[in-house]
């Protein structure tokens, strides 16, 4: 079992993702070129509308394509999202100031009510703390 990224990248033409869509919540087809792509394997892929959050989707099924050579289509399982809206959204340190301008997904049909924790959950996995109310950044946290 290999992780293979296909996040949206121009300096390798040769290991692309053409297409990924949804067949129902939590399962996709996805088709892809290269990487060699076997059941059971992790693939990284760009949320469609976002320049850097990605999903992992795990291979259920892959059909090799004989034409075009080294093209192939999966089904795999991954995040269940109803309807998938990507936010944009700052924060400021409450320590030094800085700036943390980052991306979060949601499943739109939550209501406004779930970007919040959401927000949160995305700034924790970009190192960010939040003590009591207040968002500290890395250098702060160590000092």
Known sequence: MV???FRF???NPQHTLIECRALMPG???VTGNGGSIHNGDTLLVTLKGSKDLSMRLVVEKVRHLINPPGQ???VATGP???ELAI???KVNCDSCGKVLDFEFAVDAKLGTKAQKPAAEA???ELGWANRDGKHVCRQCQVA
Request: hydrophobic content about 50%; glycine content about 4%; proline content about 0%.
């Open 9 to 11: 990248s121009l300096l």
């Open 80 to 82: 269940v999202f109803g």
């Open 87 to 89: 936010h944009q959204w």
């Open 122 to 124: 995305r700034i924790a």
């Open 72 to 74: 192939w289509v999966a």
């Open 3 to 5: 992780e293979h990224d």
């Open 27 to 29: 399962r996709y087809q």
